[in-house]
């Protein structure tokens, strides 16, 4: 007892006599914004992780964006149900503790302030450097700027009002402020992005570098200005036009949109880069999060995976997604295929082979599994590494925001051959009329399992009704979803703050309905 006591009082005298040095931001053998950035090299690599993020917020997306919508669902395996936080997003059970699982999708808010960190170091020390020319200044500031408001959009159409962040912090009491409203964000989004946009350029040599461009920025300013609450229609359309007279423009086959042959290509406005070149860790991994768990991953993918197959049956078409396509549509083999096999003991699945979703009718004598396609490009030479980029914002998207804007105008005619636009390239015929419902649902289809469904169905006011109706018909399939689940309020269209932001920051106020 003597001993533990001992113990005890030295570390309180260590802790008083060095508690100036606990506090300091920057260990002392650590880089800091007071040494590192000195020149204009420096400011490109910082840059450059300001960008890594994104890679996060994709893979938070599969779950609070497609699953979360009436795109997708997952396949149960009981034996091993991985992260339940995961199943939650789904089924609208998502609470504050279960957002506040390590390298659960509830870390986006950690991520987003991550990148938002680094940009207000790089905005807040590129003034000090002149070394660095005014050009390459303007350069670095252009794309910053976007990547914040890009940061800050996450934020608010996942949270709501959040705490903002516009300076480097020096000083902990600097890190913890109250929340600002919905539109004090979406007013700095727009500020940003008025910033950023005379200073990025206009993409004219493809494949494209993959950083953020004029077409990108106006882009994300369109989306804000048709998601804040008072909505600015007029300058929305004002910014999706000026991308229609830019560089850009549909390729001929939507399958080859997304293959990592075709990267940045000229249809792109703006994708998060990934490669796989089994050394950087760079890569992507979603085939493999998509793929069924299956005991032979190789009948599909060209490689046995190892044990990190319990971690897939994520992110999986619903019966009624499949059945949304209409009739020709050639984006539906293009998305989605079907993977067919036994299954032996209670849920060990064989595959046997892979075919189209296009008028496919299900043996009852064959167990199958609706697979994302769109990211699947075997053979792989490892498993959970592929070097698939994950498009954020497409020219295809861009016309049908348009059109959705218009529609929004009630300028409806003007929509119509945007729409139509789109529709030719899938191979359907073009409609006599653009409404609410079908620009909807073709946005739905051009841009399935790209993160878009959820934040989308906010946006036209359908989001409790659609995914109610999702509930309703999962649960009438499987008898193993709660009575809580599914429970589609106004306070569920945006998710809780995990619970230790709350205990790190006691200023915050948690979201009503958690």
Request: glycine letters at 6%; one cysteine or more.
């Amino acid at each position: 007892m003597k001993k533990r006591l001992f113990y005890i009082l030295v570390t309180m005298a260590l802790l008083s006599s060095c508690k100036k040095q606990f506090l300091d931001l920057t260990p002392p053998t650590s880089l800091s914004s007071a040494s590192f950035y000195t020149d204009l090299g420096q400011f490109q690599q910082a840059l450059n992780s300001a960008y890594t993020p994104l890679r996060i917020i994709v893979n938070a997306g599969f779950f609070q964006d497609e699953m979360r919508s009436d795109n997708t669902f997952f396949t149960i395996y009981f034996a091993n149900r991985g992260l339940s936080s995961q199943e939650n997003y789904t089924e609208f059970l998502d609470d504050p503790l279960s957002t506040a699982v390590p390298n659960a999708p509830g870390d986006r808010w950690t991520t987003d302030y991550s990148g938002i960190s680094m940009i207000n170091t790089i905005l807040g020390q590129l003034p000090n450097v002149k070394s660095i020319s005014n050009t390459a200044k303007d350069s670095i500031s252009g794309e910053a700027y976007f990547l914040r408001a890009f940061y800050y959009y996450d934020l608010v159409t996942h949270f709501g009002g959040v705490p903002l962040q516009l300076k480097e912090i020096t000083d902990p009491s600097q890190a913890f402020q109250p929340r600002n409203t919905v539109d004090e964000v979406y007013t700095q989004i727009v500020a940003d992005l008025n910033l950023a946009i005379p200073l990025l350029p206009v993409v004219s040599v493809f494949p494209q570098s993959g950083r953020a461009s004029k077409g990108a920025a106006k882009m994300l300013m369109a989306y804000a200005e048709m998601s804040e609450p008072t909505k600015n229609y007029a300058d929305a359309e004002t910014q999706l036009t000026d991308i229609t007279k830019m560089n850009y423009t549909l390729l001929p086959s939507y399958a080859s949109v997304f293959d990592p042959a075709n990267k940045n290509n000229q249809e792109s406005i703006f994708e998060v880069q990934y490669m796989a070149d089994l050394v950087s860790g760079q890569q992507s991994n979603f085939a493999w999060q998509f793929m069924p768990k299956a005991l032979n991953t190789e009948a599909i993918m060209g490689y046995h995976g190892s044990t990190m197959n319990i971690f897939s049956g994520w992110n999986v078409p619903t019966q009624e997604m499949v059945s949304s396509y209409e009739p020709g549509d050639q984006r539906l083999d293009a998305s989605i295929a079907v993977v067919e096999g036994t299954i032996s003991g209670v849920e060990d699945f064989t595959i046997t082979g892979l075919k189209s979703a296009v008028g496919y009718t299900p043996d009852p004598n064959v167990a199958f599994r609706y697979m994302i396609k769109k990211y699947f490009h075997p053979p792989y030479t490892i498993d959970w590494n592929t070097p698939d980029d994950f498009p954020v914002f497409r020219y295809s998207g861009a016309l049908l925001l348009l059109a959705e804007c218009l529609v929004d105008e009630n300028k409806n005619g003007a929509a119509l051959p945007y729409l139509n636009q789109v529709r030719a390239r899938a191979g359907l015929a073009p409609l006599a009329a653009a409404t609410a419902d079908n620009v909807a649902l073709e946005m739905r289809h051009e841009l399935a399992f790209e993160n878009h469904r959820w934040t989308d169905l906010i946006r036209e006011g359908q989001a409790i009704p659609v995914c109610t109706a999702k509930g309703v018909a999962l649960k009438a399939i499987y008898g193993w979803l709660l009575p809580a689940s599914f429970n589609v309020t106004q306070d569920r269209l945006i998710y809780p703050i995990a619970s230790r932001e709350l205990q790190i920051n006691t200023k915050l106020a948690q979201n009503p309905g958690y």
